[in-house]
């Protein structure tokens, strides 16, 4: 996708990043798809959109089948926003362990 100027995974939480207007931050968050539980990423603060989430597949058996779910946002106006991820069997429940996403987001 244009405009993507950061694609993160679990690996970079708890980071900080600045965006300019119009660029775009794409969060990847392995799950596994036989489990019942999924990521949450809500959104706080001003200067992001969310352009588009869901969840995809790598395929194979039940066994051996990678799920992830991808979230972009798009820097819309200057602030700071926070996301704060968790994996969770339902929205308002607390994760599981350490499975979580913490990401800050400056927009200049």
């Known amino acids: 996708m244009p405009g993507i ?17 119009g660029d775009i931050v794409e969060i ?7 489990l019942a539980m999924r990521w949450t990423v809500p ?14 597949y790598t395929g194979g058996d039940f066994w051996n089948n990678t799920g ?3 979230a972009r946002y798009r820097a819309v ?8 991820g968790k994996l969770v069997i339902t ?13 800050t987001v400056i927009v200049k």
């Open 43 to 56: 959104v706080s603060g001003c200067g992001l959109e969310l352009v588009n989430d869901g969840n995809y």
């Open 5 to 21: 100027r950061y694609s993160l995974n679990k690996n970079d939480s708890d980071r900080t990043i600045v965006l300019g207007k």
């Open 91 to 103: 929205p308002n429940e607390d994760p599981r362990g350490d499975l979580r996403f913490n990401l």
């Open 68 to 70: 992830y779910f991808r």
């Open 77 to 84: 106006s200057p602030g700071t926003s926070a996301l704060n």
């Open 28 to 34: 990847n968050l392995g799950f596994a798809p036989g």
